[in-house]
């Protein structure tokens, strides 16, 4: 992954081997804190907790668009390296969250603009966060992946955005608000774009809904 070190003259470190970091989930007020400390004090410790807590997530959406890991991890360190150059102009952003879900879809559409050959909205690699262990014998085991996998067809069978809004509303856990500011749509195309997903979901799953006899 990328990280960017605002104290380093290169842009951006990259780390070739994988490096797992354990840390708690940060709230709303944790990000809230953490935001003041990078605008006024210029805390490095709390910049780097920020990005490590949204780098996956956005790094997803950003591929969602761009369909290459490596530009999507430019793209996320782009828009971090922004947060920590703003300032004082950082405590300005209400919700920095949904601040940073906005630039990463802004920033990765100016990079398709400047590339046109960019086949764009892959959504083959979009993780679907699903309940495991329904069931308990291995018969029991076998259908809750065939049902699984029932679902995850069915999500790449969906238009490009009926899924994007699928996974900003069921995954990353935004509003209809936010993914129409996000996406730059109305709440009611949301709400038309969640309801067309969810009517085909249920419908190619109908047969594992269904109380076992």
């Keep these: 992954m990328f990280f960017f070190?605002?104290?380093c003259k290169m842009k951006y470190v990259y780390i070739y081997r994988p490096i797992v970091i354990i840390m708690d989930r940060l709230s709303v007020e944790d990000i809230s804190q953490l935001q003041q400390k990078v605008a006024e004090q210029r805390d490095e410790r709390s910049y780097r907790k920020l990005f490590i807590h949204f780098h996956r997530q956005l790094t997803g959406f950003a591929r969602d668009f761009v369909r290459s890991e490596e530009t999507a991890e430019e793209i996320v360190s782009d828009v971090m390296l922004k947060i920590w150059t703003m300032r004082i102009e950082l405590l300005?952003?209400?919700?920095?969250?949904?601040?940073?879900?906005?630039?990463?879809?802004?920033?990765a559409l100016n990079h398709i603009d400047r590339n046109k050959t960019i086949e764009t909205l892959d959504f083959d690699t979009i993780e679907i966060n699903l309940q495991t262990g329904i069931y308990g014998s291995p018969e029991d085991q076998l259908l809750d992946q065939e049902f699984r996998e029932k679902v995850m067809h069915a999500i790449s069978l969906l238009p490009p955005k009926c899924q994007m809004v699928y996974k900003?509303?069921?995954?990353?856990?935004?509003?209809?608000?936010?993914?129409?500011?996000?996406?730059?749509?109305?709440?009611?195309?949301?709400?038309?774009?969640l309801n067309n997903a969810l009517h085909k979901l249920i419908a190619s799953v109908e047969p594992y809904l269904r109380p076992r006899s």
């Design 5 to 7: 070190n605002p104290t």
């Design 92 to 107: 300005r952003v209400e919700n920095l969250k949904l601040y940073l879900y906005r630039a990463v879809r802004n920033t």
């Design 168 to 193: 900003l509303v069921r995954e990353d856990g935004f509003s209809y608000r936010e993914v129409g500011e996000i996406l730059g749509i109305s709440t009611k195309t949301v709400d038309r774009h």
